[in-house]
Nanobody, 129 residues
Framework: QLMEGGGGSVQAGGSTTLSCAVT???????????LGWFRQAPGKSREGIAF??????LYRESVKGRFTISTDRAEGLLTLQMNSLKTADTGTYYC???????????????????????WGQGAQVTVSA
């Protein structure tokens, strides 16, 4: 129900954008759902990167000032703009949506995303030095 696009290979310092089409939630209710992006680096657990709810965005400390999460709720689109990329940003990125209405919480950053019932297929981002 979530379809991702974007990603690929980029040099350190460069930029790329990930998009995610959210089709399983009615657009007039999308504002009330927590949406977000997770990342799984090679050999590591999945971690939350950025989240968006009706109060605004939340970012993992390591991406603050470099990544921007945004939504076009009328189009049902979630986007992650990634600038000033570092080799440590390499990984598979997943968009996710909570199926129930509610806020995002800071503990989502270090969880496995169990609160999220809808997931994208994953998009690989490889940052080379």
């Amino acid at each position: 129900q979530l379809m991702e696009g974007g990603g690929g290979s980029v040099q350190a310092g460069g930029s790329t954008t990930l998009s995610c089409a959210v089709t399983g939630i009615r657009e007039n209710r999308l504002h009330w759902h927590c949406l977000g992006w997770f990342r799984q680096a090679p050999g590591k657990s999945r971690e939350g990167i950025a989240f968006m709810d009706s109060d605004g965005p939340l970012y993992r400390e390591s991406v603050k000032g470099r990544f921007t999460i945004s939504t076009d709720r009328a189009e049902g689109l979630l986007t992650l703009q990634m600038n000033s990329l570092k080799t440590a940003d390499t990984g598979t990125y997943y968009c996710a949506a909570r199926e129930d209405e509610g806020y995002c919480y800071s503990y989502y950053f270090d969880g496995d995303g169990a609160a999220f019932g809808q997931w994208g297929q994953g998009a690989q981002v490889t940052v080379s030095a």
